[in-house]
Nanobody
Framework: QVQLVESGGGLVQAGDSLRLSCAAS????????VGWFRQAPGKERESVAN????????SYTDFVKGRFTISRDNAKNTVYLQMNSLKPEDTAVYYC????????????WGQGTQVTVSS
């Protein structure tokens, strides 16, 4: 069982930055891939970025490339999402999730943190 807690969301203006954090309870957190997802009102949840267990491999969805950076500090059991040049269309609830198995869907999810970007 892995418990995840996101934080760092808020209300900002277009062009501003935010850093989201995802803190995990599991001592084996460093063994798992972690992803950030988001869901806007009336839309399906979508992938934003993910990072390998070691942190050496990252992947981003096209609409955040060059603006968002995912990173992790395994000593602190925490994954971060640095979001720069925020746009109103980035407004959503952001979730982090952990994939325990090598492949397949994500197994554990946090409760989400709201990010609102005003124009």
């Amino acid at each position: 069982q892995v418990q995840l807690v996101e934080s760092g969301g808020g209300l900002v203006q277009a062009g501003d930055s935010l850093r989201l954090s995802c803190a995990a309870s599991s001592r084996t957190f460093s063994s798992y891939r972690v992803g950030w997802f988001r869901q806007a009102p009336g839309k399906e949840r979508e992938s934003v970025a993910n990072i390998s267990a070691s942190g050496s491999i990252t992947s981003y969805t096209d609409f955040v490339k060059g603006r968002f950076t995912i990173s992790r500090d395994n000593a602190k059991n925490t994954v971060y999402l640095q979001m720069n040049s925020l746009k109103p269309e980035d407004t959503a609830v952001y979730y982090c999730a952990v994939r325990v198995r090598p492949l397949g869907s994500y197994d554990y999810w946090g409760q989400g943190t709201q990010v609102t970007v005003s124009s």
